[in-house]
């Protein structure tokens, strides 16, 4: 049992390049999400999907774009980069409670 | 909009002390109240405290839910370097109807630090 995987763990991008993170669970949960984490800010939501076939902006969704792939995976999608996108990014998911599984991140820099 | 506040930011203790971390919350239908601990990757979950279960214990980790003063506190007795992290605050709303939970909001973390 796996949980949620994350892929890549580490990436630098180029202003205006565009790239898809990756994100997958093996625990059959219903609810994904999308955050970004950067210092002293905790845990912003950019997208989430409540359940497959939907998806929601969050707080922070300018920028990004997401895929319901199917029940297991939820990409994240950056069109056009920019270094203000610069940041750890996680994936969760979470079953019928609020509790919520993290994967492990990826550390992304735009230069 | 749903507001949490956890304070002290960041926090340097040395092996052995206890601390207390507080969160603070404003939210629209209140369900649950979520602690992280975060190392080095992923926030790992730690307890959940709701109107039913205000007070957690797990070894030297308790955690209340002081519900009239829309806070909590996490406290951590007998520090040691490997509780070094940052700790996160959550809260988690239900929707109107009961049936799902909305988003977790989350506050920006105290910084734990443990000196041997």
């Known amino acids: 049992n796996a949980g949620v995987t994350q892929t890549p763990k580490f990436q630098v991008l180029k202003t205006g390049q565009s790239m898809t993170l990756q994100c997958a669970q093996d625990?059959?949960?219903?609810?994904m999400y999308w955050y970004r984490q950067d210092p002293g800010m905790g845990l912003r939501l950019i997208y989430y999907?409540?359940?497959?076939?939907?998806?929601d902006k969050g707080e922070v969704p300018n920028g990004y774009n997401v895929s319901r792939l199917n029940k297991r995976e939820f990409s994240l999608r950056l069109e056009s980069a920019a270094p203000s996108q610069t940041s750890v990014y996680f994936c969760?998911?979470?079953?019928?409670?609020?509790?919520?599984?993290f994967g492990p991140g990826t550390r992304l820099t735009v230069t | 909009e749903d507001k949490v506040v956890q304070s002290p930011l960041s926090l340097v203790v040395h092996e052995g002390d206890t601390v207390t971390l507080n969160c603070s919350y404003e939210?629209?239908?209140?369900?649950?109240l979520l602690w992280y601990k975060q190392e080095k990757k992923a926030p790992t979950f730690l307890f959940m405290l709701?109107?039913?279960?205000i007070e957690k214990k797990s070894g030297r980790l308790s955690s209340i839910l002081d519900k009239k003063e829309l806070s909590s506190i996490l406290n951590i007795t007998a520090t040691q370097t490997g509780d070094s992290a940052i700790y996160l605050c959550?809260?988690?709303?239900?929707?109107?109807?009961?049936?799902?939970?909305?988003?977790?909001?989350f506050g920006q973390g105290t910084i734990l630090t443990v000196h041997p």
């Open positions: 969760a998911s979470r079953d019928r409670g609020p509790e919520q599984y």
């Open positions: 625990m059959n949960h219903n609810s």
């Open positions: 999907s409540a359940s497959e076939g939907t998806t």
């Open positions: 939210v629209t239908n209140f369900r649950s």
């Open positions: 709701t109107s039913s279960g």
């Open positions: 959550a809260v988690a709303p239900i929707n109107a109807g009961g049936t799902s939970y909305g988003k977790l909001t």
